[in-house]
């Protein structure tokens, strides 16, 4: 009978996040699908110089959207605070505040590496045309960080409402132009490279007016802020910001650190990175998603006491993780000659492509098995070991083992070393996790709640 209870539970639990991630990873995946349409339309132009000088540019745009990421993170968390405690007016000045200083934020990050752009490609390895290249693509596109950030922090806000309808369709609104407007200004006008960058401009702006509309409309719009509020919000602002935007930030600078090393192969070697950077993302999406979709889920069992669901929903985040690996592994493989045919892939471009369509991605596992484990430290009050164990696996999980299949086996062991990283650092975090969860069954919720207060104290969040 316990059994039968065990596996009904377990059922439950994990239609519960299939359906949570699969819901989330639309809107996720749409907004991965504008770099990979670029991709796509710049690759036939037949120039390995315009495809490698995008994959350069792709490392430090995925650089500042980590940034955003860890704003409307910070954002969802104060605006679902207020609205859980009832309090709609509290909402809008947060929610005001927290777009003002997503804004302002990501207007200097745009700045800064704005006006190190020529230095920030070099690091990466580009030279010579390859690099003019990427920092002209670059210069179009990073001062509408900003936009980004106003579109990404609106979907926060958006979802803390509960409405992630209306946060996953700016998204698509967003994908939808630039998949229209990229052929009609790298072909029917001729602009190549820059057409590509000002299809993703107009893109950013319609996910930004999209995600503010609903606000808007719905939601008694946003509050003319004082500067009291403004500064009595900025603590929690970056309480939550700053080791949101530090755990996000380790990805994007591991990948800079692979795009060098594959930088020493030459620029079809950077162009077929560039091809698997944006095939990645859309390959996976669902994955990406699921560790915002299983987190709550493990959250609010670990708040009701309920521990046994607890590692309940941690097992179904892995047994999903599992389903769609194998699945998606299986259709690359199936269609990988036709994936490389998209892109013109020949040489050691499509021997890359290749390596990834087959046994790589099935290590993608490992990857989702890290994100499951840091949705699990976050929702059960150790956010600190997600910050470490993300950093861990970009530096010391990276750095070494792409050098080591870097000397062994050339531009296929960079791919491969940085692989292995993940699966050790994917067994890690489950191992961490764990012993995280066994933890659960002596600790009162309400005792970890207790410790979350006073830090928040430290911070002068509490009023």
């Given at each position: 009978m316990a059994g039968e209870q065990a596996k009904f539970l377990t059922g439950n639990l994990f239609r519960h996040v299939s359906v949570m991630s699969l819901t989330a990873s639309v809107g996720l995946m749409a907004i991965f699908f504008v770099d990979f349409v670029d991709m796509f339309f710049i690759a036939m132009l037949g120039k390995s110089e315009l495809a490698a000088a995008v994959g350069y540019a792709g490392a430090i745009l995925f650089f500042t959207t980590s940034f955003g990421i860890g704003m409307a993170i910070s954002?969802?968390?104060?605006?679902a605070r207020a609205l859980g405690k009832g309090d709609a007016e509290a909402a809008k000045t947060k929610a005001t505040n927290a777009l003002i200083y997503g804004t302002i934020f990501g207007a200097f990050f745009a700045a800064a590496v704005w006006a190190n752009l020529s230095a920030l490609v070099a690091l990466l390895g580009a030279s010579g045309d390859t690099a003019d290249l990427a920092v002209h693509y670059l210069a179009i596109i990073v001062p509408t960080l900003p936009l980004l950030m106003i579109g990404m922090v609106g979907g926060a806000i958006l979802r803390a409402h509960g409405d992630a309808r209306r946060a996953m369709f700016a998204t698509i609104y967003g994908g939808a132009v630039n998949a229209?407007?990229?052929?009609?200004?790298?072909?029917?006008?001729?602009?190549?490279?820059?057409?590509?960058?000002?299809?993703?401009?107009?893109?950013?702006?319609?996910?930004?007016?999209?995600?503010?509309?609903?606000l808007l409309r719905h939601y008694g719009g946003l509050k003319i802020p004082g500067i009291l509020a403004l500064l009595r919000d900025l603590p929690p602002v970056l309480a939550i910001a700053i080791p949101a935007i530090l755990t996000q930030l380790a990805t994007p600078i591991g990948q800079a650190y692979v795009t060098r090393a594959m930088a020493d192969?030459?620029?079809?070697?950077?162009?077929?990175?560039?091809?698997?950077?944006?095939?990645t993302p859309l390959a996976f999406?669902?994955?990406?998603a699921l560790s915002g979709a299983v987190g709550p889920i493990i959250g609010q069992n670990y708040g009701a006491g309920h521990t046994d669901r607890v590692r309940g929903a941690f097992k179904a985040g892995l047994i999903f993780t599992a389903g769609v690996v194998v699945f998606v592994a299986t259709l690359l493989f199936i269609f990988r000659g036709p994936i490389a045919d998209l892109f013109t892939a020949d040489g050691i471009t499509r021997e890359l492509v290749f390596l990834f369509c087959g046994p790589l991605a099935?290590?993608?596992?490992?990857?989702?098995?890290?994100?499951?484990?840091?949705?699990?430290f976050n929702n059960l009050g150790h956010p600190f070991y997600s910050t470490v164990m993300n950093w861990g696996r970009h530096t010391i999980g990276t750095v070494p083992f792409v050098l080591l299949g870097s000397a062994w086996l050339g531009a296929p062991g960079v791919l491969i070393g940085?692989?292995?990283?993940?699966?050790?650092?994917?067994?890690?975090?489950?191992?961490?996790?764990?012993?995280?969860m066994g933890k659960t069954t002596t600790t009162a919720p309400q005792e970890t709640f207790q410790r979350q207060a006073r830090l928040l104290q430290l911070f002068n969040l509490r009023r």
């Open positions: 954002a969802g968390a104060l605006v229209v407007l990229d052929p009609i200004l790298i072909f029917g006008l001729d602009l190549e490279l820059t057409g590509a960058a000002l299809a993703s401009v107009v893109a950013r702006v319609v996910i930004a007016a999209t995600s503010l509309l609903p192969y030459g620029e079809a070697a950077v162009s077929g990175m560039a091809i698997i950077g944006r095939l999406g669902t994955i990406f099935l290590m993608f596992f490992f990857n989702g098995m890290l994100f499951v484990s840091n949705a699990a940085q692989a292995i990283g993940g699966l050790i650092f994917g067994l890690l975090a489950f191992r961490v996790a764990g012993r995280v």
